[in-house]
Nanobody, 122 residues
Framework: QVQLVESGGGLVQAGGSLSVSCTVS????????MGWFRQAPGKEREFVAA????????MYADSVKGRFTVSRDNAKTTALLQMNSLKPEDTAVYYCAATSGWSRDPRSYGYWGQGTQVTVSS
């Protein structure tokens, strides 16, 4: 059983920064790709970023590239999403997820956190 718990997020003004973290318990964190997704009201869940098990490879949605950074600490079984230069359109519930593959498709992720709200005011 794998459990993911997000923390962080909150309210920030446009141009500010926030981070969200994801702590994983259970089986073999270091073998999973960790992904970040977000879902705004009335919209589908969308891919934000992912980091491979070793931390050596990352990928980002075009909308966040250059502003967001994903990282992980396998010893602490934690993944982090650092968000800079935030925009009002970044407002959403942010979810971390785990998969044994390498994908932007949320359907490929079998384990999900409960989500944390990020609100960016203009």
């Amino acid at each position: 059983q794998v459990q993911l718990v997000e923390s962080g997020g909150g309210l920030v003004q446009a141009g500010g920064s926030l981070s969200v973290s994801c702590t994983v318990s259970g089986r073999a964190f270091s073998s999973y790709t960790m992904g970040w997704f977000r879902q705004a009201p009335g919209k589908e869940r969308e891919f934000v970023a992912a980091i491979i098990w070793s931390g050596r490879t990352t990928m980002y949605a075009d909308s966040v590239k250059g502003r967001f950074t994903v990282s992980r600490d396998n010893a602490k079984t934690t993944a982090l999403l650092q968000m800079n230069s935030l925009k009002p359109e970044d407002t959403a519930v942010y979810y971390c997820a785990a998969t044994s593959g390498w994908s932007r498709d949320p359907r490929s992720y079998g384990y999900w956190g409960q989500g944390t709200q990020v609100t960016v005011s203009s």
